[in-house]
């Protein structure tokens, strides 16, 4: 199957995740599951999201698909997940090794893409997501991870955050 089809295919699932989840923790599981699952690239999907009142700002890891982590919690300022929330600007990292942002969880990982996840208009959390091959976020994969964090977002903003 051609890519762009997969992802499009995705996405329509995605949408009805979004439509079926009656919580945002629960589209985050049921997100991370099936991206993990689904795309054979993303070989470690996860939600950091921000500590409300932490000081200083701190990233929590919420659900996630794959190894465990030693990095359960993120300062603001520190790594790619740090530079994506801090910006709130997607990050693409095609050689994780090139990149001194970079905090090693896996020798493994070989790319990243970490994109911010926006409650109206202000950065709450961000999808991260580990490949172990380099420079396997494509344009079209940025698109459906991007898309999978607004979905977050709207269910966020859906339930008050």
Known sequence: ?????????IRLELNALAQAASTAQELMQT???LLHERMLKYN????????????????VLGAFEGAMTPHTRIPLNQGICGAAASSGQTVVVDDVNS???YLAC????????????????KVVGE???????????TPEHQD??????????KKLEASGQ
Do not use: N
């Open 44 to 59: 470690w999907v996860g939600f950091y999201m921000l500590e409300p009142g932490a000081q200083p700002p701190m990233l």
């Open 31 to 33: 997100m991370a599951k």
């Open 106 to 121: 896996s020798l493994e990982t070989k790319s990243e893409i970490v994109v911010p996840v926006f409650v109206r208009g």
């Open 99 to 101: 990149d001194p942002r």
């Open 1 to 9: 199957m051609p890519v762009a089809r997969r992802i499009e295919e």
């Open 144 to 153: 459906l991870v991007q898309h999978c964090a607004m979905l977050i977002g």
């Open 127 to 137: 999808l991260d997501i580990d490949s172990h091959f380099a420079a396997a976020f």
